[in-house]
């Protein structure tokens, strides 16, 4: 059986974290009234004129910033014709032959791919390059209902950014790594929340096949308005065994739109596409060129430390495994978390493993997120210092830990009403030692003719002697060395 090639394309569609529309004063807000938001501007009306948003400029310059994309001395904005209800104007402001920002790139780190795939990555660190980004106005939104259809205007006008990249993505594990290395970029740049539930993250995909060896793209077919990161995955894994079923069987595809329908795991025919369409774009008359040099020195400041930098920082100057910086920096609340509870310790790489380990399993258990802990980050900080310097237990921290978790108390008041301050002072450990040792002469005899284990039983009747109190570390030292004499 021949082998094929996958050829993938994503076209990003992000909305920005603007106050209010592209080109006119409504605001944006998801899960208001059906068109409660709605001026003569955004509902098309003969004679409105649009005035740009320039926080919405400056954000889609802050994202080509982010993603190493060139920043031409001019853009302007066109008009892209065509015909549907979602489109008040039946044309939308848009950008064709300058754009905002061109090139660049988005780096998949290991984190980014699915969990099932992150032990067999074919290619480690790629980069998948971009053609361009451009700004543009959301459409309305249509809502079907039985016999009859609705349009909400409130997201008609919303800032949207076009993020187009090449065609080098050759598999939906990469399609799933490129979509969530993006939206972690998107987030902290804090251009958009990228809720793909709320529509603010939205993807086109354009998908390929052609057997090994043929240098021409096959035939290119768009699955349309994909709204999660793991839907994209499924929806081009049936979508690519679809087509080379047919190619293989000697049929032909033709140039289509399809739609992904997650219930029946199934792309379904949308429309055929003859020929490219002609949206007879122009330059939009009302909007003048506008000159990117003043708006790129005003966010260049802006530009946040990215997660790649962040998880190398995270490596350098805590300690940790490349992993756990990979995990604490795919989560900026998680990881701004992370960086306050470990200013002040011993061991930032205990705080890490605190974290990563015992934190999830109690905040899932609650029902919260990072932002709303009932442990702070100083207070953690405070309980790890604690057991790292043997004033108590490890097995008595996760005790502290689930007090602190359930009351909000510092770990300080917790262990003092408890009462479970460990007893580290080597002279009181060792008029313990000499008690347990006098008290269990077979496993001392056993101990001396070389059954090592047997320190453990005394090393027990030390920590009964002393209520659980004793620094085990300690006691394990003290008896090693009377025990050699």
């Known amino acids: 059986m021949k082998n094929y090639l996958v050829t993938i394309g994503l076209e990003v569609h992000v909305q920005l974290k603007t106050r209010s529309k592209m080109f006119c004063g409504c605001p944006v807000e998801f899960g208001a009234e059906p068109n409660a938001h709605t001026c003569p501007v955004c509902l098309g009306m003969p004679g409105a004129l649009p005035v740009m948003n320039h926080q919405a400029l400056k954000m889609t310059a802050l994202t080509g910033l982010m993603l190493g994309c060139e920043i031409p001395p001019v853009c302007k904005f066109d008009r892209k014709h065509y015909f549907y209800p979602d489109m008040p104007k039946n044309y939308q402001i848009s950008q064709y032959d300058l754009p905002l920002c061109l090139g660049g790139g988005v780096l998949l780190h290991d984190l980014a791919y699915p969990k099932d795939a992150q032990k067999n990555i074919v290619q480690p660190n790629k980069t998948v390059h971009l053609t361009r980004i451009h700004l543009e106005e959301d459409v309305a939104k249509s809502f079907h209902f039985d016999g009859t259809s609705g349009i909400d205007f409130n997201r008609a006008g919303t800032p949207l950014m076009e993020i187009v990249s090449e065609p080098e993505i050759h598999s939906p594990e990469e399609a799933f790594a490129y979509l969530t290395a993006l939206k972690q970029v998107l987030i902290y740049g804090n251009v958009s929340d990228a809720d793909m539930e709320k529509g603010q993250l ?22 349309k308005n994909m709204n999660t990161i793991s839907g994209v995955r499924r929806a081009l894994a049936f979508e690519i065994e679809r087509q080379i079923e047919i190619v293989s069987q000697g049929g032909k595809l033709l140039q289509e739109t399809r739609r992904w329908d997650d219930a029946s795991g199934q792309t379904h025919l949308m429309r055929i596409k003859e020929s490219a369409h002609d949206y007879r774009y122009f330059p939009d008359p009302d909007l003048l060129p506008v000159r990117t040099e003043a708006i790129v020195a005003e966010v260049q400041p802006l530009v946040p430390e990215l997660p790649a930098q962040k998880r190398a920082r995270f490596t350098a100057q805590y300690g940790v495994s490349e992993y756990d910086a990979g995990v604490l920096a795919n989560d900026l609340p998680l990881a701004a978390y992370f960086e306050s509870a470990a200013a002040h310790a011993r061991k930032p790489k205990h705080v890490a493993n605190w974290i990563l380990n015992e934190l999830p399993n109690f905040l899932s258990a609650a029902g919260l997120g990072i932002e709303e802990c009932p442990i702070s980050a100083a207070n953690l900080d405070e309980l790890i210092n ?4 043997g004033k108590i237990s490890g097995k008595q921290g996760k005790e502290v830990f689930a007090e602190m978790f359930a009351t909000g108390k510092p770990a300080t008041v917790i262990i003092e009403e408890k009462g479970l301050k460990q007893e580290s002072d ?33 090393k027990g009747q030390v920590m009964k002697l002393s209520q659980g109190k004793a620094n085990p570390v300690v006691v394990g030292e003290v008896l090693a060395r009377k025990l050699a004499e």
């Open 202 to 223: 939205r993807c086109d995909c354009n998908v390929s096949v052609r057997p090994e060896g043929q240098e021409e793209y096959g035939t290119k077919i768009e699955i």
């Open 426 to 458: 080597p002279g009181a450990i060792e008029a313990l030692c000499d008690q347990a040792i006098a008290a269990s002469a077979k496993a001392v005899a056993e101990y001396k003719s070389g059954k090592l284990s047997s320190i453990n039983f005394i």
């Open 386 to 389: 604690a057991i790292d310097d």
